[in-house]
Each structure stands twice: as structure tokens, then as C-alpha cells.
């Protein structure tokens, strides 16, 4: 009986570990899903935390981060994160909700290589005041089977630049 009982528990146990392994293949199936994905994946709203592992599978393991800002003297600098790096910077920030959407976009592509240059606007809750705007600069690689993000380079309006008409949802 305790035979049938460990190996029952054991059957739930696997089942159980089975049904949380997600499949995030349509995430990275192109240029449009894993855009869609990525801009999706860190909109969070108060108190919850994204999908780190969804988040994580969009990358190449040599995938950098990278925002324009401003040095304690006013200097426009860079700085690269991992996306690891990126999961602990934002955790550590992102308190009262977080929801970033493109809303225009002008994408290039040749071979495996696509630049996908993608406005976005962000707020602290669906509906609620944009409070920063700017340009993704996503590079993209193509293996014959997914895209990977390899690169985001980018650029708020708050580092003193306004957003041209030509990158703004028309």
C-alpha cells in the first residue's frame, strides 16, 4: 500500500513540475511577437513581478542592455546591463506599477540582422499619465528557427530630446 501511495505522490509531484514548464516559442516566432513580448513582459502592475523567465528567454546569453543617461555632472553617458543586471535594476525600482507600450515603429532587416526602431511611452498604471517616452533601438538576430533580442539601445525624452513627428504613432 505505501508503494502505491510514494508512487501516486510522486506521479502528482511530476505532473505538477510537468504543468508549470511554459512554452514560450510564440514569443520569438518574429519580429512582431517578440517586440510584442518584451514591451509585455516588463509591464507589470503594483506588487506583481514580471515573468523573469519569459523575459530572460528572448535573449542571447551575450545580450546587452543599454540606456542613455545623464552622469552626477550632467554628461550624456551609456550604461550595458545584462538582462540579469536589467531584472535587478528594475526590481529594485519599479514599486508602483510599470506598463510600457510602442507605439510606432520603423524596422530594417537584412539576412539574420533586424533594427527595429521603436517608440514607446510608459505609465505607472493601464490608462494612467505617460510619464517618459523615448526610442528602443532593438537589433534582433535570426537563426533560421527564432529571434533573439541581441541589443536594446535607449533614449528618453527626458535626457533633453524631443520626439520627432516622424516616430510618433500616427
Request: aromatic content about 14%; hydrophobic content about 40%; overall charge neutral.
Amino acid at each position: 500500500m505505501k508503494a502505491y501511495i510514494l508512487t501516486f505522490v510522486l506521479v502528482i509531484i511530476g505532473t505538477s513540475a510537468f504543468a508549470q514548464v511554459k512554452d514560450y516559442s510564440k514569443d520569438v516566432a518574429s519580429v512582431d511577437a517578440i517586440i510584442t513580448a518584451v514591451y509585455d513582459v516588463i509591464s507589470v502592475a503594483p506588487g506583481k513581478v514580471p515573468d523573469w523567465d519569459r523575459f530572460r528567454y528572448l535573449f542571447r546569453p551575450e545580450t546587452r542592455l543599454i540606456p542613455t543617461r545623464k552622469s552626477s555632472q550632467g554628461e550624456l553617458i551609456t550604461q550595458a546591463m545584462t538582462p540579469g543586471e536589467y531584472e535587478q535594476s528594475f526590481s529594485s525600482r519599479i514599486s508602483t506599477g510599470f506598463f510600457e507600450q510602442e507605439i510606432h515603429r520603423v524596422t530594417e532587416q537584412f539576412g539574420t540582422v533586424t533594427h527595429a526602431f521603436s517608440t514607446y511611452e510608459a505609465r505607472e498604471k493601464k490608462g494612467g499619465a505617460i510619464i517618459a517616452r523615448g526610442v528602443n533601438s532593438i537589433q534582433l538576430f535570426h537563426d533560421g528557427k527564432r529571434y533573439y533580442i541581441v541589443t536594446i539601445f535607449w533614449c528618453a525624452e527626458s535626457m533633453g530630446f524631443e520626439l520627432p513627428e516622424k516616430y510618433l504613432a500616427k
